[in-house]
């Protein structure tokens, strides 16, 4: 569904800032970052791929609710980003919420895996499980 161009006029009015775009060294600070936190959470990373302007994950968490992995995810790869002074720690990267969807069947993990993996366009910072 694509937005009215009265919503993006809307939207646009209300940035303080710049969109944010993620470089390479960015978007394998994000993805490291990614990485490190699932370990530390004992979440499995099954797929990631960070792209510029946006992130796709594919998490396996047994009693975390979507919204809050995310959040947990979005904040830390922040803290990341801050921590190597790349960007002022006042810089808003990431949108208010974001998309999250549970999949319940192993074809749509795998599914999901695929899109996430291969059918984003060009590979920026790419991570995939091995199985």
């Not at 937005?3 to 600070?29: C, G, I």
């Not at 791929?49 to 919204?67: C, D, G, M, S």
């Not at 969807?101 to 910072?125: C, F, P, Q, S």
Request: with cysteine.
């Amino acid at each position: 569904m694509e937005e009215s161009a009265e919503h993006v006029v809307f939207k646009a009015e209300r940035m303080v800032q710049l969109p944010y775009s993620m470089d390479e060294r960015r978007r394998a600070v994000v993805l490291s970052a990614l990485r490190e936190r699932c370990l530390e959470r004992g979440w499995l990373l099954l797929a990631g791929h960070v792209r510029t302007n946006h992130v796709h994950t594919i998490v396996e968490v047994a009693e975390e609710e979507p919204e809050r992995v995310m959040t947990d995810l979005k904040g830390f790869a922040s803290r990341r980003l801050n921590g190597c002074g790349i960007d002022g720690t006042g810089r808003k990267r990431w949108a208010r919420h974001g998309s999250t969807r549970r999949l319940w069947t192993k074809e749509d993990v795998l599914a999901a895996i695929g899109y996430v993996v291969n059918g984003k366009g060009e590979a920026m910072a790419v991570y995939e499980a091995e199985r």
